[in-house]
């Protein structure tokens, strides 16, 4: 199994930056990919930013070109860049990881950090 915590979350303005990690423990050898969803107050969890194994990154549409995935296998560490951020990025901001383990896949999740925007 796989244990991921959060951290870097905060508030700051409209037009500021925050780099939130996570931090991932356990099986890591059996994680394939790990990604970024947040969810804001009223609304469904959302996929934000993932990126493989193979370090092929994929981004929402609402974040392209402002938000950056990147991983540090030597810390165990995947990040998430945000710039240029808006109100409307304010939601807690969970970490995923995908395991592979034998012939079965698991979704493991951390427990959140809140990301307030002020306009």
């Known amino acids: 199994q796989v244990q991921l915590v959060e951290s870097g979350g905060g508030l700051v303005q409209a037009g500021g930056s925050l780099r939130l990690s996570c931090v991932a423990s356990?099986?890591?050898?059996?994680?394939?990919?790990m990604g970024w969803y947040r969810q804001a107050p009223g609304k469904q969890r959302e996929l934000v930013a993932t990126?493989?194994?193979?370090?092929?990154?994929n981004y929402a549409d609402s974040v392209k070109g402002r938000f950056t995935i990147s991983r540090d296998n030597a810390k165990n560490t995947m990040y998430l860049q945000m710039n240029s951020l808006k109100p409307e990025d304010t939601a807690v901001y969970y970490c995923?990881?995908?395991?592979?383990?034998?012939?079965?896949?698991?979704?493991?999740w951390g427990q959140g950090t809140q990301v307030t925007v002020s306009s």
């Open positions: 995923n990881a995908k395991e592979l383990y034998g012939s079965n896949l698991y979704n493991y």
């Open positions: 356990g099986s890591i050898v059996s994680i394939i990919a």
């Open positions: 990126i493989t194994s193979a370090s092929t990154t």
